[in-house]
């Protein structure tokens, strides 16, 4: 599949895409032919979607599997059988990259535990309690600040941390090789006592002051930017959905599924990064009911691992609009393109991380090129809904080129919308983080394309070959 875009490539980057990417990339995942034969396996999960074909029946495709093409081969052309064509792609996805999630529980309803006024008067901070679910037996916290004049606003929802004054959870411990750059299916258990923060490894340039959690007072500084733009901002604790942790039981399954929120579903595969998901939508369940907040303008972030969950919240949930951050590998940019650079692949991902993922992806580890997806798909279901992709240009582990085949992959659907210019990208002087000018980005992409305010920059523009050589440069000084 040919892709033009209006989007500013520069030649060199794009002849890195067109051959040396595909080639280099191409090495790297020929340098391993799949999963080591000594793991030990994970207990399958029957759900109602039953068996899509493996990785042995599906045929080999170079291109990006087109959004544009229905599965019998119809050419999409109108938004109707666009809407089919969502369908079609979202049990894909949810088979064989995210897993399958539970529908919606319809009985979220929220309790507010503290309320407090902040920042000498102008914004109002409430720690609110949701519980839904079978029985009403899940339970999330959430802190909710909204300033206190106008309204009613715009809300950005963040996967960050336990909200201020929350309640912090036990957590499982890590898996025995966990964050150790092993195969993490070649050990089951004992584990190891979990030394992530509550706030899990979401990047951040804002360092805390003094020990503990953010005060709301505190927190509220930090981001008091956001409140004078005119947003509210709710914050959650992505570990209170659903534990990051490769630990695993006696039998081979992962342990994460016997806490949060995967007991009350038993019948469903979903991996980490779709309970994130599923939590935020839990999230705005609760802000539709707000009259603080603008149920039209709820918008997901958050950076890394908690940014994967963000593009896969926006893709699955109409109602959110996506900003994630540094997403690296199984986040914005194409499976089919990574691996130059040292930026994160199919197989890091597998290798590493596959509790983030579907079961049935595992299989795809040396084959990428026979995904019936790529990371294209999920920019392609928020259409025509404003998205955004933060990136850092020292952010090793995502690859510009391969972000950029993602966005020019989706951009049939947001044309059909004639929503070219609601799916954007920036670039900021960062590496693996999330930073303050991601933040005036994030803000000015959708003050643009969600609230009709006048912002004169562009959300085109990728790095050239050369400023990524000098960026990373300067990183080391």
């Not at 109108?78 to 319809?106: S, V």
């Not at 679910?133 to 996967?159: E, K, W």
Request: glycine share 10%; aromatic share 10%.
């Amino acid at each position: 599949m040919r892709l033009r875009s209006r989007y500013r490539f520069p030649a060199a980057l794009a002849a890195c895409v067109l051959v040396s990417c595909f080639t280099a990339s191409a090495q790297v995942a020929g340098s391993v032919n799949g999963p080591d034969p000594r793991e030990i396996p994970i207990p399958s999960i029957h759900t109602a979607m039953g068996i899509l074909p493996g990785v042995n029946e599906l045929p080999v495709r170079k291109d990006l599997p087109d959004i544009m093409v229905m599965n019998d081969g119809t050419k999409v052309t109108t938004r109707r059988q666009w809407e089919k064509r969502r369908e079609e792609m979202k049990r894909i996805l949810a088979y064989y990259a995210i897993g399958q999630m539970p529908p919606a529980p319809g009985n979220v309803k929220g309790k507010e535990l503290k309320s407090e006024t902040v920042l000498d008067g102008t914004v109002r901070y409430r720690l609110i309690h949701l519980t839904f679910g079978p029985g009403s037996q899940l339970g999330l916290d959430i802190g909710f600040f909204t300033p206190l004049q106008g309204g009613p606003f715009p809300a950005i929802i963040l996967q960050g941390g336990t909200p201020p004054e929350g309640t912090a959870l036990p957590r499982l411990a890590q898996g025995p090789n966990q964050g150790k750059g092993e195969d993490v299916l070649l050990l089951v258990g004992p584990g190891t006592v979990a030394t992530a923060p509550a706030s899990g490894t979401m990047p951040t340039a804002a360092p805390r002051r003094g020990p503990g959690p953010l005060t709301a007072e505190a927190m509220a500084s930090q981001r008091s930017d956001v409140f004078r733009r005119g947003y509210a901002l709710v914050i959650f604790n992505p570990n209170d959905c659903a534990e990051d942790t490769t630990l695993r039981n006696q039998d081979g399954s992962w342990a994460f599924r016997n806490t949060r929120f995967f007991p009350a579903y038993p019948g469903y595969d979903w991996g980490i990064l779709a309970g994130w998901a599923w939590g935020a939508s839990r999230v705005a369940d609760y802000l539709q009911t707000d009259p603080a907040i603008d149920k039209n303008k709820l918008i997901i972030t958050g950076a890394s691992r908690n940014g994967k969950s963000s593009m896969i919240a926006a893709a699955f949930d109409e109602r959110l609009m996506g900003a994630p951050v540094v997403t690296g590998g199984g986040g914005i940019g194409a499976y089919r393109f990574a691996g130059p650079r040292r930026s994160e692949t199919l197989d890091i991902m597998e290798k590493k991380y596959p509790n983030w993922f579907s079961p049935n992806l595992h299989e795809f580890w040396g084959h990428r090129e026979k995904l019936p997806f790529d990371q294209h798909w999920f920019l392609a279901l928020a259409a025509p809904r404003p998205f955004i992709a933060l990136e850092g240009d020292t952010d090793t582990i995502s690859l510009p080129a391969a972000v950029q085949q993602s966005i020019l992959g989706a951009q049939p659907a947001y044309a059909l919308f004639n929503a070219r210019d609601h799916l954007g990208v920036n670039y900021a002087q960062h590496g693996h983080a999330f930073t303050a000018d991601d933040w005036t980005a994030m803000m000015d992409f959708f003050d643009k394309n969600l609230r009709a305010k006048k912002v004169d920059r562009m959300f085109d523009r990728f790095p050239t070959e050369r400023e990524l050589d000098e960026a990373a440069e300067r990183s080391k000084k």
